[in-house]
């Protein structure tokens, strides 16, 4: 099965339709969408209508989770927050009813699973940031690839027999996978890359052949910023993008 792998798109129209134009070419068999629809961008309704209309499978992020449940927002920094509060005001009932009926994780073959933070209790919106944290999350992982996001920081860890999963990739580029070694992905953000390239990031791999590229994309930054801009959102929320930070 040929996968587009899809994560953290933020409310950026911009960045999530340049990425979906590419993947009409790429043909993917199946697009998964990872979570974090919304926050931060200016186009929360708009974002998740398109990913509603093309993701066979959509998980919740916790940006999703906390638009819905206003309890859940004392653990975000200001800016993250004032933009939750703003796209709670926006978002119309459709798309209010899709977000909320999104699942924690998904199993999208035998063997091969999807969450937003972590393996272990996703509700803890915990961050895979290091190769130790990476191998402690295989222990709650049962097939042999897991993909997750959360982090906006594209990386493919495998497990080793260690402390520290081993980093096979960051950033961009390919390799093959082996089916008889463990894996977790992170394909990056579409719409609030943090590894300091501004790109889009997404995530294309064949479960049969093992074949994987994260794969980076120039959008229209300068119109998502001003769209933030024009929203009223933080301006921080704009510049972040054209540093990709
Ligand atoms: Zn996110």
């Not at 960045?15 to 043909?27: F, G, I, N, S, Y």
Request: with cysteine; glycine share 6%.
């Amino acid at each position: 099965m040929r996968y587009a792998v899809l994560s953290d798109v933020h409310g950026n129209l911009h960045a999530l339709e340049a990425v979906l134009d590419h993947l009409q070419e790429v043909a993917p068999d199946r697009i998964v969408f990872l979570g974090d629809a919304v926050g931060y961008g200016a186009f929360p309704n708009e974002c998740v209508a398109k990913i509603q209309a093309v993701a066979e499978v959509a998980l919740m992020g916790n940006h999703d989770y906390a638009v819905l449940n206003p309890a859940e927002r004392t653990v975000f920094n200001p800016y993250a927050r004032e933009a939750i509060e703003w796209t709670d005001r926006q978002l119309n009932p459709e798309a209010r009813q899709y977000l909320a009926q999104r699942p924690l994780t998904a199993t999208l073959e035998p063997g091969v699973c999807a969450v937003h933070a972590s393996p272990h209790n996703p509700l803890e919106w915990l961050y895979i940031f290091t190769p130790a944290q990476a191998q402690v999350q295989f222990r709650y992982v049962e097939g042999w690839l897991c993909f997750f996001g959360h982090t906006h920081l594209p990386v493919v860890y495998r497990e080793t027999q260690g402390p520290e999963a081993e980093v096979l990739l960051t950033g961009e580029g390919s390799l093959t996978l082996n089916r008889k070694e463990r894996y977790l992905i992170n394909p990056g953000s579409v719409g609030q890359p943090r590894d300091r390239d501004p790109r889009a990031s997404f995530l294309l791999v064949d479960t049969d052949t093992g074949h994987l590229e994260i794969r980076r994309l120039a959008y229209p930054i300068a119109q998502a910023q001003e769209a933030i801009l024009r929203a009223g959102l933080p301006p921080f929320l704009a510049e972040r993008l054209a540093i990709g930070y």
